[in-house]
């Protein structure tokens, strides 16, 4: 895929897998966002993905849209580096792109859980309560894009 049609894809998709390095491949799904220039993802701040975060920060962030029949189908893969966001505009700033995200795809409370809250907690408690790190894929060194033929 060009990088037009890669952008494409990851601007519609919100869904990613990031495979972290360790002793084995640890691979985890993360909701992101994307601003045209950089994937942020928002982590919780416990579980096996911090310790091997911490460790070696070098990931691959896959991203695919594909149909039920698997007739049709895209995905992208990015290597670089996560980078634990301390901006706190910055922060705030992807923390509001993740409210409009929920609230736009009309996604489950029980995403709140995945994100370190009660799924009973509205969206908008992402702006008041830090339960969650902000990362930020940079320094990306390989894009890998794959679609099939159409």
């Known amino acids: 895929m060009k990088k037009k049609e ?8 919100y869904v990613s897998r990031i495979a972290f390095q360790g002793e084995y491949p640890y691979i985890a799904p993360f909701m992101y966002v994307f601003n045209s220039e950089f994937l942020y993802f928002l982590s919780t701040k416990y579980g096996k993905k911090i310790e091997m975060f911490r460790d070696n920060p070098h990931v691959a962030v896959e991203i695919e849209k594909y149909s039920s029949d698997l007739a049709d189908y895209k995905f992208v893969t990015l290597q670089g580096i996560i980078e634990q966001v301390e901006d706190a505009s910055e922060k705030i700033e992807v923390r509001k792109k993740f409210v409009d995200l929920i609230k736009d795809n009309n996604l489950s409370g029980n995403i709140m859980a995945a994100l370190g809250h009660s799924p009973q907690d509205p969206p908008e408690s992402l702006l008041d309560e830090e339960k969650s790190y902000v990362w930020k894929l940079k320094d990306v060194e390989t894009i890998i894009g794959i679609k099939n033929s159409q």
């Open 6 to 13: 890669y952008d494409k894809l990851i601007s519609e998709q």
